[in-house]
């Protein structure tokens, strides 16, 4: 240590020394600032930076030593050989080259020593070679020890400073590498110089051609100067130009729809315009804060991989509710450049408005357009759901089926729009009547369902329930100012009694609903085990009575009616029954209905006309024969051929046909069934409105179509002079016959007294057991024979004389 400061103070010009040093500080600042652009590049760029690295790197340390050199002023005349000094210039630009290429290989303490390693022994292999070029009036005698001690010194200031330069990202890590290169280069050239021992000898000559030190300095200073500055000036370039690169990637990023933010180390870096309304908070506010865990939050945890999608939520900084997002995460990579690694991009997407489209959707999928009623698929979520809960919670729930009474009518009679009015409210007022978790559903047409989930003891609170329901129901609804009159039909199933699942308890509130519509609508009906054994009933009797129509058991028989004037018969209407092989004989109204359900009406109408066509044909008095038409007949296009086709193979005369329909077989499709009613009047044959007074008994029915007859229900004729409602109308009904000109019939005319009325208010026609009961065609021929003499209805009426009557009638 003594003899390297005196070598240093004795035997150098100091200022000089001062230069060298400043050169060796400059270079190796600059140095590192090429090596962290170095770092931060790839391929072609990346060599050429290693390139200046090495060249800036190799000619500082050559110019430290020759500018030390020329300071070292051994007293004696001092020379250096060209070859040699070109020389010790390459081999520093080589090893620093391939030093910091080492160093810069990996990202790794193993890598930045050896690179170290190689930088400093290069820092020795340049100085002696250097030396080897230094020619001087004597012989110079080297310490061994102290030379292997500067090479240590070289080597070790060039690792520390690899070492703790790192990747020498920031200009204090560039400053910390550059100095301790320098330190290091400096101890090593003046313990290099102290392991000298100068002897003298005049017979030694330094020939005049070589450099002298004057001419080096200046040479090696201006070169070096020049070589630094163009490295200092390709570092500012650079930095340009990736400061305008960045400018323009910033504008784009604030062009972007997507808010987008730069993250490093959880930390935010950057974003743009977008991002920052997103949260609310200007950029600067921004910078530095973290990221996940306070602004964002995923729904989900884990670890945000790369281009994998993740949903979260954004808390404004502004305040304000969290803003649903969803994230993309990308490590930052713009191919050139390495040094924005440990940079992450995340993309963030607004989802409001995803959101409340996919919320639309659903309420739209979830429920019905014309209501706004759950429909049926979310009825049964609901419903899964409901049951769920009071399985766990032990309240009682009950399901009830709602059907509107005459809706079908209505929305025919009045139109679609009032159809929809009528569904509205509806919808409107079982909603009124159930609090949550109750609730109303539409499963459609004029079906609703109301879940009723209840604290209270079942059955009574689902009766109470179904009770005001049905009177709610019940009140009119007022459309463009006329009263519409409804009413409703409900059936009950209670969970857990009638079943424990949805399916279950909707298919047997569904079979109490039909039980409650059977007993005549109007009512709520409770399932009963008992309704199942009916429908297995049904399906036995549909079966027995496919077969019963191939197997000839139908039979028609015959009702007469009588002209009330003179009490002359005038014709028949075919009524059928069935023989059962096992159960007798079954009326009508217990298997026309079975036969509708099941697809067999249409083969069992066409038998009845058939037959009664067949056998009007052979009476021998031209007596009309009346067919009743089931409403799904009515409905069939191919009626009117087959009319005809039947009428042409009877032989019957049109004229003697009369086709019977009811009210509301009319509406199920209006215009259809006008037009097949059209088609069969054009035939010649007649058309009867059946059962009027029972449906909706509207004058514009009738005004529709030009009926030939009007039957009043025989349930009006039983109650004349029994109850006072019961005549009005009879008398209504005859006084609208006489000013449409219709010839009206009384049905069911069972007594004197009723004969007596209807003959009074001018009725035209009579029907019922007080003129005959319905009998087989062979006990018809006091009617039919062309002597017979006429039925007269004078005197006491003989009743039940007739052959054939059902008893189990309706
Ligand atoms: P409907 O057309 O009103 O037929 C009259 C019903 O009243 C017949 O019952 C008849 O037996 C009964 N009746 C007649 N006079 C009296 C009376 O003085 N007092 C009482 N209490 N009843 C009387 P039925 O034969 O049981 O027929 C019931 C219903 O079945 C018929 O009502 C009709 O709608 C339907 N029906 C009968 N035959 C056919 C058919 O061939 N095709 C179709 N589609 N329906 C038919
Ligand atoms: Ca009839
Ligand atoms: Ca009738």
Known sequence: MLKFLTCLTTQHDLRLVLVAGLVCIAGCFTTFRLYSRMRGARGVVRAAWLLLTGLVAGSSVWATHFIAMVAFTPGLKTGYSPTGTLLSLMIAALFMASGFAVASAQRSTTNDFAGGVLIGLGVAAMHYTGMSAFVTQGHLVWEHATVGMSAILGVFGATAALVLAGQARTVRKQAIGGGLLCLGIVALHFTGMSAITIIPDASIQVPDQLLSGGILTLAVGSITAMIILGGLGAVAIESQTSRSALERIRRLANAAYEGLVVVQSGKINDANAAFCELVGADLPELVGRSLVGSILTFDEAGPTREGVRREGKIQPISGGREIPVEVFSRLMDDGARIETSGLTVLAVRDLRERRAAEEKIRYLAEHDGLTGLPNRNSLQVRLGAALDRVEASGETLSVICIDLDHFKEANDQHGHLAGDAILVETARRLQSAVQAPS???????????????????????????SGSLLELLS?????????????????????????????????????????????????????????????????????????????????????????????????????????????????????????????????????????????????????????????????????????????????????????????????????????????????????????????????????????????????????IHRHDRATVIVRAVLGLGRSLEIPVVAEGVETEEQIVFLRGENCTELQGYAIGRPAPIDTLSAWTLAGAAPARLEGPVDLGQAPGEVKRSA
């Open 475 to 719: 009140a009119p609804v007022v459309y463009e100012g006329q009263e519409l009159a409804l009413g409703s039909s409900l059936g009950v199933s209670l969970y857990p009694d009638d079943g424990r699942t949805t399916e279950a308890l909707m298919a047997n509130a569904d079979m109490a609903l039909y039980r409650a519509k059977e007993s005549g609508r109007g009512v709520y009906r409770f399932f009963k085990r008992e309704m199942d054994d009916t429908i297995r009933e049904r399906r036995n009797l549909a079966r027995d009575l496919r077969q019963g129509i191939a197997e000839d058991e139908l039979v028609v028989h015959y009702q007469p009616l009588a002209r009330a004037s003179d009490g002359e018969v005038c014709g028949f209407e075919a009524l059928v029954r069935w023989q059962h092989p096992t159960r007798g004989m079954i009326p009508p109204l217990e298997f026309i209905p079975v036969a509708e359900e099941n697809g067999l009406i249409g083969a069992l109408g066409d038998w009845v006309l058939r037959r009664a066509c067949a056998d009007a044909a052979s009476w021998e008095k031209p007596l009309r024969i009346a067919v009743n038409l089931s409403p799904i007949q009515l409905h069939n296009p191919a009626l009117p051929s087959l009319v005809h086709e039947v009428l042409i193979s009877t032989g019957l005369s049109p004229s003697r046909l009369e086709l019977e329909i009811t009210e509301s077989a009319l509406f199920k499709d209006y215009q259809r069934a006008l037009d097949n009613l059209r088609r069969l009047k054009a035939l010649g044959v007649r058309i009867a409105m059946d059962d009027f007074g029972t449906g909706f008994s509207s004058l514009s029915t009738l005004q529709s179509f030009p009926f030939d007859k009007i039957k009043i229900d025989k349930s009006f004729v039983e109650n």
């Open 439 to 465: 609730f109303a559903a539409r499963l459609g047409g004029d079906e609703f369902i109301i879940v009723q989930v209840a604290g209270g003891d079942q059955p009574t609170a689902a009766a109470e329930l």
